[in-house]
């Protein structure tokens, strides 16, 4: 198993473009999250997913989309990048057995918006 | 919303020396994980802990829940700079499906 990927590894964009930060896993996991890191702030959900076709928004949802059109699959799209999301980005997924659910992160994509 | 506070922020200590981190909630807990970040890496499951006053150990590390599940630490004999990282803990978000909240994590340095 490849676990959780994410593309691109870097981006550097300009500000009021947009792109799709891919994330995929092969683990069968029904839940899936998207956060971002920032110095000093820890791990901050975006959005999450607890099935395909479901999603919804978490603490900091502004100026990114989500879908979930497959279990593999959950894209985080910037509608138009700013300076303020520039981050590091985690793609997370989890499943649950008894009370344990663990969550097991992508490599990360770092972004840097100009 | 449901917050961990996780402190201290930063520790330095030279190899050898003992590590503490701790962290407090101000609600009840269902349960709480640990993760580890070394530089430049994504977070890394460690532990899961889940039951009042539970303790659980990974060789040099030692893992507490309190008698309240308001709170838990991390404890690290004899660091080495293998262990040099972020340590976060994390509560499950009630109104988020399965996803975390996560403390802001404290950055562990050890020098020789």
């Known amino acids: 198993n490849a676990g959780v990927t994410q593309t691109p590894k870097f981006q550097v964009l300009k500000t009021g473009q947009s792109m799709t930060l891919q994330c995929a896993q092969d683990m069968n996991h029904e839940y899936m999250s998207w956060y971002r890191q920032d110095p000093g702030m820890g791990l901050r959900l975006i959005h999450y997913s607890v099935g395909a076709g479901i999603t919804d928004q978490g603490e900091v949802p502004n100026g990114y989309n989500v879908s979930r059109s497959t279990t593999e699959d959950f894209p985080l799209r910037l509608l138009s990048a700013a300076p303020s999301q520039t981050s590091v980005y985690f793609c997370?997924?989890?499943?649950?057995?008894?009370?344990?659910?663990?969550?097991?992160f992508g490599p990360g994509t770092r972004l840097t918006v100009l | 919303g449901q917050q961990v506070m996780q402190i201290p922020q930063y520790q330095h200590v030279q190899e050898g020396e003992d590590f503490t981190t701790y962290c407090n909630s101000s609600t009840t807990l269902s349960n709480i994980q640990w993760y580890k970040q070394r530089p430049g890496g994504h977070p890394v499951f460690l532990i899961q802990?889940?039951?009042?006053?539970e303790v659980k150990k990974q060789k040099r590390l030692t893992f507490q829940f309190g008698e309240a599940k308001k709170n838990s630490s991390l404890h690290i004999t004899a660091t080495q700079t293998t262990d040099v990282g972020t340590y976060f803990c994390a509560m499950r978000n009630s109104n988020s499906g399965y996803a975390l909240n996560f403390g802001k994590g404290t950055s562990l340095l050890v020098t020789p």
């Open positions: 802990l889940v039951k009042s006053g």
């Open positions: 997370a997924s989890s499943y649950r057995t008894g009370n344990t659910d663990t969550q097991y």
